[in-house]
């Protein structure tokens, strides 16, 4: 029963080993239906298994070989694989959130998806560790998205899709190595091999909520005899899975203590008793002939009915974000108690229509040759048989880095699967950057990345392959873990905020400038290898005594500066195409001014005819108009356009836009044109 009973008419055999009985089916696919030919439910002849997990391996094995020896005599064939589902009770899901931040905008590819979910698997398993305290191993036997994000929105489906940053909301599910080998071993002693494992909610599922119905918010109850499995659906998939330890052995155990009777009888009082108008006789543990009625056996169960259901609608609202589920459905033997999905809905808070023990009502494609009965109690046995059409699961070994490692075969098994299963370091495969640059530019925090480095080298049965190039069992990998690139590297000139030259006039020559920075308080140049933690601050200026320093210019006590037609002190700053004058006064046209009175037509007139002479003019004030604002400018001779920037809030050392935009009167400015009384000014950036 290999790959070719997946064809139309080929027989598939389902074991669904539960804690008081085993179901064994066979069927077929025939068109959109599914055929049972035969179907054997045999009862665990003593407790060899408790809330769904195996305590005698041989006990069970001995179940399941009977189970099986009974369908090869129906149906006159040998029966060799078998597909299994593990019980709940031994899941541990962990929900995560993961997010891949790109370099720059691309198009999503299926990789980086696949990449993605590897990584909220990943995620999800550090988790487990966290609260895993024993040596026992795990592995990951199934995961569903419940949700994928396209740059930090909510979206279906990310492939193609153009991104800054993908992200991902994933529940993961564990089962322990034991419980694994346990299940495995009690089948391989009755001459079975798995070819297909899955979960016991799943297959439950599979029959029982249709994928058109999982876009509702719905639970599936599966209630066996020791453990109460439940998956909830929304958005079209399942979103979560849990389990109480509390299911149809908890009724029994009730009858047991009040009648005083052995498990077994007990048993049978639960079941005789929940049929109308019947009345159960039985034997106490004192040897008396004692009787009871369906009533009173529900009245003893009353209690315990409600404290089941209480407890599966609490997981229900703790797995659905602390609210209940639109409906309910109920399949296995345990939920088929009186009573029972009444009193799940009014502790959820819903309709009691909404809350339905599922049976014949979802086997409408199932057809059964022998004559059974649809019963709530086949769900899931058939659903373990459906479930092998969809996947093909089952655990399977590969060699890592020369160690045998067991991987749980979801039929999409990939390299970083195994990477994963085998502790092999998450950022030991994908390309590390070197470090980083952080500095502050202008108050803004910036950060310069390293280079990437290269990713793993991976050889898959000896040839070159990538993280996800698909595995098969007995392959063997060998990855040589990934490398960091080169540190970040940046220097001045090469950010985009620096401007390499400053242009002025000295005296009607233009001078051209190199332009500095400030770092960390110092001056440095366009060569400066920027450093982690810099503080810098671009300067759009130079001091004069900066540029007197750079002509080698020494003023002496006849030599005065000005800038833009003002006396200029040594920290006075100098802008792009600012003017300066370094003027030499006559020691004797100082002695005339300050000693001789003289009237102020000849002064002005003497002092219009000299050469290098700084006319001494009085102060004016005119008024302007800056961006609909009016401003007084006062204190000097007479103004320039670019004099405004004294008075108004202008940051022109941070560019923020493609164009400053300066206008007088309408028209395109110069910074050194002059400016009169009732002048209409603009200036801002320009995108």
Known sequence: MGNEMKTQGQLVFGLDIGTRSIVGTVGYREGDRFIVAAQVIKEHETRAMLDGQIHDIGQVGNTITQVKRTLEKKLSVKLTDVCIAAAGRVLLTFETSVTWEFEKERVVTPEEIMGLTSLGIEKAYEK??????????????????????????????????????????????????????????????????????????????????????????????????????????????????????????????????????????????????????????????MGLQQSITRQRVLKMLSGQIDQMAKLVSDKIKELNGGKAVSAVFIVG?????????????????????????????????????????????????????????????????????????????????????????????????????????????????????????????????????????????????????????????????????????????????????????????????????????DKIEMLGYYTVAQIREFMDVTLDMNMAVYVNNELAEDDTRVYENFSIRMAIEEESRRDVLEDEEVEDGEVEEEAASQDNIVPDLPTVSIGVLVNSRPIVLQGKTSYVFVDIFDYIDFDLNTVQGKTLITTVNGKKAEYMEPLYDGAVIEVYWEE
Not at 426 to 434: A, S, Y
Request: glycine fraction near 8%; aromatic fraction near 8%; include cysteine.
């Open 128 to 285: 487990l560790q966290e609260t895993n305290d024993s040596d026992m191993k795990f592995y990951c036997v199934g995961n569903s998205v419940i949700r994928y994000y396209l740059n930090g929105y909510p979206i279906s489906n990310l492939e193609n899709h153009k991104a800054k940053n993908i992200g991902a909301d994933i529940i993961a599910t564990f089962l322990p190595d034991d419980v694994v080998d346990g299940l495995y071993r009690a089948v391989e002693l009755a001459g079975l091999n798995v070819v297909n494992m899955t979960l016991e909610p799943i297959a439950a599922m599979t029959v029982a909520i249709p994928q058109m119905y999982r876009m509702l918010n719905i639970a599936l109850v599966d209630v066996g005899a020791g453990t109460s499995d439940i998956c909830i659906t929304k958005d079209g998939c399942i979103v979560a899975y849990g389990m109480i330890p509390c299911a149809g052995d908890s009724l029994t155990e009730v009858v047991a203590k009040e009648c005083l009777v052995d498990f077994e009888t007990a048993e049978k009082i639960k079941r005789g008793g929940g049929k109308p108008g019947t009345e159960v006789k039985y034997k106490d543990i």
């Open 333 to 533: 033997g345990g939920g088929k108690i009186t009573g029972y999905p009444e009193k799940l809905a009014e502790h959820l808070g819903i309709q009691k229509e909404r809350v339905a023990l599922r049976g014949e009502e979802v086997m409408q494609n199932i057809t059964f040759q022998e004559k059974i009965k649809k019963d709530s109690l086949l769900v899931t046995p058939i659903g373990i048989c459906l479930n092998y059409y969809d996947q093909n699961n089952n655990f399977i070994y590969v060699t890592f880095n020369e160690e045998h490692i067991k991987l749980y075969d979801n039929s999409n098994l990939a390299i970083v699967d195994a990477a994963m299963q085998a502790d092999f370091p998450n950022d030991k495969l994908f390309p590390k950057r070197g470090s980083e640059i952080a500095y502050t530019l202008n108050g803004k925090k910036k950060i310069c990345r390293g280079e990437f480095g290269e990713a793993a080298k991976i050889l898959l049965n000896g040839e070159e392959a990538d993280l996800y190039s698909a595995i098969h069992a007995n392959d063997v990998i060998m990855v040589e873990e990934s490398t960091a690139g080169n540190p970040a590297a940046i220097s001045l000139g090469q950010l985009p905020e620096f401007k390499s030259k400053i242009g002025i006039l000295v005296n009607g020559n233009k001078v051209t400038l190199p332009k500095y920075a400030s770092v960390n308080g110092k001056l440095e140049n366009e060569y400066y290898d920027i450093r982690n933690g």
